[in-house]
């Protein structure tokens, strides 16, 4: 049986159902992506939704379930930091690829001013969007708090510094990352390993350098002395390098917490004469492909899988918006070393 549209008739749900041979709800259980459908019912139904040329009524869909179809990823950053740090790039493209997958629309939004906050406060109450995956990390930002307090699901990318137990957050081993990498460093005999750092507003960054001083064992003044922040940037990282040779001459080992910093201790001990990995061997963190395999030495570094972290993000956000009643809490998501030829 087949039936075609004609004039100006709509496709309608019942046109999919008749024509895929299968029941109305089994079509709108099809469309709002629910689980519930057979493979081969969902087959049918996409077959017939082609044929017909059926377009969903999102408006009224939202009217009935009060669902937008929509997530909004925010990120609070500096504008310049999001479009400089392929990270970020990372992050946004596979928020934009997964949520593609599952027929939500991503609204990105970039906060690096009070406005901006207070701004994306109303747009987040105004019921636009069904849900939001945040990454805040600095401390002092007031959004997570403001977050945390609104009425839509909410899933941090990292730990934000809001003391509350009930939020949901998915992370990466941050200080193991650290500890490995330095580790790494001291296995091949590097007995003056530095470490450039990020800014210590930020958990990741503090997470990354306790893994460091559990490797070599720092105490307070040792750790003033053989540390330098490089701001999670390329020229960060080079600044923080001349510095720490200037007062670290005989330093033999780099653990950069980001690949970026890596990249810009490599430039400036480049500068300086010494030969990585023969005088100065120096281990990254994030296995970036556009920056670990291209640096000279290619880097060695702590791969953290941003894509696997906002995927677990996303199935636990559709689980909220779902209604589902999951316990707040903190995944963490391992790490590893790739070894190349810098260290």
Do not use: C
Request: proline share 6%.
């Amino acid at each position: 049986m087949s039936i075609q549209p004609s004039g100006e008739h709509r496709p309608t749900l019942e046109d999919v159902a008749a024509l895929a041979g299968v029941s109305r709800a089994t079509v709108s259980r099809v469309v709002n992506n629910s689980p519930r459908v057979s493979p081969e019912a969902k087959d049918s139904v996409y077959s017939a939704i082609r044929e017909l040329g059926y377009v969903p009524n999102r408006a009224a869909r939202t009217l009935v379930t009060r669902r937008t179809g929509a997530v909004a990823v925010v990120i609070s950053e500096p504008e310049s930091k999001i479009f400089d740090d392929p990270r970020f790039a990372t992050v946004v493209r596979a928020a934009a690829n997964r949520l593609g997958e599952l027929d939500a629309a991503m609204v990105l939004m970039l906060v690096h001013s009070p406005a901006d906050e207070a701004r994306i406060e109303r747009f987040l109450l105004g019921g636009h969007v069904d849900g939001a995956l945040l990454f805040t990390p600095h401390r002092g930002d007031p959004l997570p708090t403001a977050m945390a307090a609104l009425p839509i699901p909410t899933v941090f990318g990292g730990r934000p510094w809001t003391a509350n137990g009930s939020l949901h957050l998915v992370d990466t081993d941050n200080r193991e990352g650290g500890r490995i990498g330095t580790q790494h460093l001291l296995d091949l005999g590097r007995k003056r390993v530095v470490s450039v750092t990020g800014p210590l507003d930020e958990h990741a960054a503090i997470d990354r350098l306790e893994g460091w001083r559990l490797a070599i064992g720092a105490d307070e003044a040792a750790t003033a002395r053989l540390t330098e922040s490089g701001h999670f940037a390329r020229e960060g990282g080079k600044q923080a390098m001349y510095r720490l040779l200037e007062r670290v001459p005989d330093l033999d080992g780099v653990f950069a917490a980001s690949d970026l910093m890596a990249a810009g201790a490599i430039d400036a001990l480049t500068t300086a004469g010494r030969r990585v990995p023969q005088d100065v061997a120096v281990v990254g963190f994030d296995d970036q492909p556009a920056v670990a395999p291209h640096t000279n030495p290619p880097l060695t570094t702590i791969a953290q899988d941003a894509s696997e972290q906002v995927r677990r993000m996303v199935h636990r956000l559709t689980r909220l918006i779902a209604g589902e009643d999951l316990a707040g809490g903190m995944e963490v998501l391992p790490v590893h070393l790739v070894r190349r030829a810098s260290a």
